[in-house]
C-alpha cells in the first residue's frame, strides 16, 4: 500500500469549497508535521499550510484566512479544508509528512482544478 493516500481532488467552480484528506500509513510512526504543498504548471513546489503534532499551523499568505488545515493523530490524518477557491489555487496538491526522525514521505498528489 501507498504510504500517503490523498483524496477529495477535483473540479470545483469559483467560490466554491473542497475537502482533501491524507491518510497515512500506521507504518509511519512518531509523525510530527503533516502539511499539503501544491504545484501549478511551470510553478516551483510551494507550501500550502502544514500542522503539527500538537496542532499549530502555519500557512502560505496566499491561503490564510481560506484554507483550515486539520489532523486526526490517531487516524495519521490530514486534511485540508478549502474554500473562495480561485483559478489561481489550481494545482497538483501533495500531502507530506515528516517524522520526529526526520523521515520524509509524499503522495501521490491530487489535481484540483476551479475554473467555470
Known amino acids: 500500500q501507498a504510504q500517503l493516500v490523498e483524496s477529495g481532488g477535483g473540479l470545483v467552480q469559483p467560490g466554491g469549497s473542497l475537502r482533501l484528506s491524507c491518510a497515512a500509513s500506521?507504518?509511519?510512526?512518531?509523525?510530527?508535521?503533516m502539511g499539503w504543498y501544491r504545484q501549478a504548471p511551470g510553478k516551483q513546489r510551494e507550501l500550502v499550510a502544514t500542522?503539527?503534532?500538537?496542532?499549530?499551523?502555519n500557512y502560505a499568505d496566499s491561503v490564510k484566512g481560506r484554507f483550515t488545515i486539520s489532523r486526526d493523530n490517531a487516524k495519521n490524518t490530514v486534511y485540508l479544508q478549502m474554500s473562495s477557491l480561485g483559478p489561481e489555487d489550481t494545482a497538483v496538491y501533495y500531502c507530506?509528512?515528516?517524522?520526529?526522525?526526520?523521515?520524509?514521505?509524499w503522495g501521490q498528489g491530487t489535481q484540483v482544478t476551479v475554473s467555470s
Open positions: 500506521r507504518t509511519i510512526t512518531s509523525i510530527y508535521i
Open positions: 507530506h509528512a515528516a517524522t520526529y526522525g526526520s523521515s520524509h514521505y
Open positions: 500542522i503539527s503534532r500538537g496542532a499549530n499551523t
